[in-house]
């Protein structure tokens, strides 16, 4: 299976500061990718050089195109949402459909008007007139209208209260991905994408520190609970990072076989947001 982006060696420096360093991934088709880092890790400067808005050095290839070279047609198949919605404060939602139908060659304004059917915008609102969360739906809305073989979304519900971002995901996953279609994500509120997520990449300083399907993070990543008369033969067994409760410990391991765990405490598959700070302030990354 052909990927649909291809980095390797990926990276880019403003002027001394290196902002991704040496970074080499895949994104395959059909898949839903988290791109997971802290303020600064490198997570928007990764999405300008796929989107073709930033120079680097290294090898990307993003639908067997090179974003430098080959922008404006890369653009025919790739949508992308901002974390600031970008569209013109002034113009009506009808004007807005028709103009996406006059300069996309992909659009298909039924797709759009059968989703906003489903929202409360008008044809007759104008952007400005708008809460986000309404924006971010017509935002949507003009994605479901493109044939896009890459959704890339950046921070895409940041602002939004929780309904509107519960609803925002549910409609990804019910309209627009399948086995074509792939979506990378950036976003702060790991436990709320953890469920649709089928990979993850983490990345901090500019350096990938970890690239996983969800579903191997299990046989490589455990999390123990121990009491306190057990902490002492825990951390013989080198844990990835620890974290202090009222009267207990909970510990991530890399590596550990869960039947030398088992003999201590509880033993689960650390959630998306547990693993990230583990490997983000643990051990193999001070």
Not at 38 to 60: C, F, Q, W
Not at 193 to 205: G, M, P
Not at 211 to 227: K, R
Not at 244 to 255: P, Y
Request: hydrophobic content about 40%.
């Amino acid at each position: 299976m052909t990927a649909l982006v291809n980095a390797s060696g990926l990276t880019k420096r403003y002027g001394k500061f290196t902002a991704v360093d040496d970074v080499s991934f895949q994104i395959q088709p059909g898949r839903i990718v988290g791109l997971v880092g802290p303020n600064g890790a490198g997570k928007s400067t990764t999405l300008k050089a796929i989107l073709g808005l930033a120079r680097y050095s290294g090898e990307l290839d993003v639908l067997g195109r090179s974003p430098r070279k080959d922008r404006a047609d890369l653009m025919r198949h790739l949508s992308y949402i901002a974390d600031v919605a970008a569209l013109p404060e002034w113009i009506k939602v009808s004007q807005l459909l028709i103009l996406m139908g006059d300069t996309h060659p992909a659009f298909e304004q039924k797709k759009a008007l059968d989703f906003l059917a489903r929202t409360d915008i008008k044809m007759s609102h104008k952007v400005r007139q708008l809460s986000k969360g309404m924006k971010t739906q017509l935002n949507l809305a003009l994605v479901m209208g493109i044939d896009a073989k890459l959704l890339v979304l950046d921070e895409p519900t940041l602002g939004l209260d929780i309904i509107y971002r519960k609803k925002f995901y549910s409609q990804l996953l019910n309209e627009y991905i399948d086995q074509d279609r792939t979506i990378l994500v950036t976003t702060h509120q790991i436990e709320e994408i953890e469920h649709i997520l089928t990979d993850v990449l983490f990345i901090n300083k500019g350096k990938l520190i970890l690239n996983m399907p969800m579903d191997e993070i299990g046989d490589h990543y455990s999390q123990l609970t121990v009491g306190r008369d057990q902490v002492a033969r825990a951390r013989e067994l080198n844990p990835l990072y620890e974290l202090e409760l009222m009267n207990e410990t909970v510990m991530t391991f890399k590596g550990v076989p869960r039947a030398h765990l088992l003999e201590l405490g509880e033993v689960t598959t650390p959630r998306l947001a547990d693993l990230f700070v583990a490997c983000i302030e643990g051990k193999d990354h001070e």
